[in-house]
């Protein structure tokens, strides 16, 4: 059972906006930083989010990070068919002095 | 570039040992935390540990699902990371993945390696 809570699947259509969410506690998302990665099947993840919207060179600014409260978002504005990939939110949790990751998010662009 | 290269997965039996090493290049790797992150097959991730920079102490931090089986180590002068890996279960079967902070200071996963299969059975 994952610390971070996930929808296990999400879908939307090319060119739609999707989000995926990720819940929490006060031990983690509540005041720590949330990262977010993506995965393609049999490669290993990639940093997509962090710190406040930040996103690394070389991802698009389709992508975007929301967090409120013990909750965060990640947001996809016109989804194309490489996006189409698995994704997972983290963070560190200070009650388990560890860092947690989501159960993970497929995403499917129909 | 960053690189990450790990090696040393293999099959082994339950209860078992193995050394997982992961060589760096590309940056300073005695400034930077580092993490072992696993991935059963077909299930999400899960963090095993982080040993910090030697500003901190090389102090290390396990997921309690590994506590007192899995030792994590580092060789600043060989940009090297280690994972000692004792007591094997059968549950510990996945890729192993060796992943650095994003920043010096900024300590969530920035850069992951390939990977490397760890299977435990008999």
């Known amino acids: 059972q994952s610390v971070l809570t996930q929808p296990p699947s999400a879908s939307g259509t090319p060119g739609q906006r999707v989000t995926i969410s990720c819940s929490g506690g006060?031990?983690?998302?509540?005041?720590?930083?949330v990262y977010w990665y993506q995965q393609f099947p049999g490669t290993a993840p990639k940093l997509l989010i962090y710190g406040i919207n930040q996103r690394p060179s070389g991802v698009p600014d389709r992508f975007s990070g929301s967090k409120s409260g013990t909750s965060a978002s990640l947001a996809i504005s016109g989804l194309r068919s490489e996006d189409e990939a698995d994704y997972y939110c983290a963070t560190w949790d200070d009650s388990l002095s560890g860092r947690a990751f989501g159960g993970g998010t497929k995403l499917t662009v129909l | 570039e960053v690189q990450l290269v790990e090696s040393g997965g293999g099959l082994v039996q339950p209860g078992g040992s193995l050394r997982l090493s992961c060589e760096a290049s590309?940056?300073?790797?005695?400034?930077?935390?580092m993490d072992w992150v696993r991935q059963a097959p077909g299930k999400g991730l899960e963090w095993v540990g982080r040993i910090r920079n030697k500003a901190n102490s090389d102090t290390t931090e396990y997921a309690a699902s590994v506590k007192g089986r899995f030792t994590i180590s580092r060789d600043d002068s060989k940009t090297s990371l280690y994972l000692q890996m004792n007591s094997l279960k059968t549950e510990d079967t996945a890729v192993y993945y060796c992943a650095r902070a994003i920043t010096a200071t900024t300590r969530g996963i920035g850069y992951w390696g390939q990977g490397t299969l760890v299977t435990v059975s008999s």
């Open positions: 590309g940056f300073i790797f005695s400034d930077y935390y």
């Open positions: 006060s031990s983690n998302i509540g005041r720590n930083s």
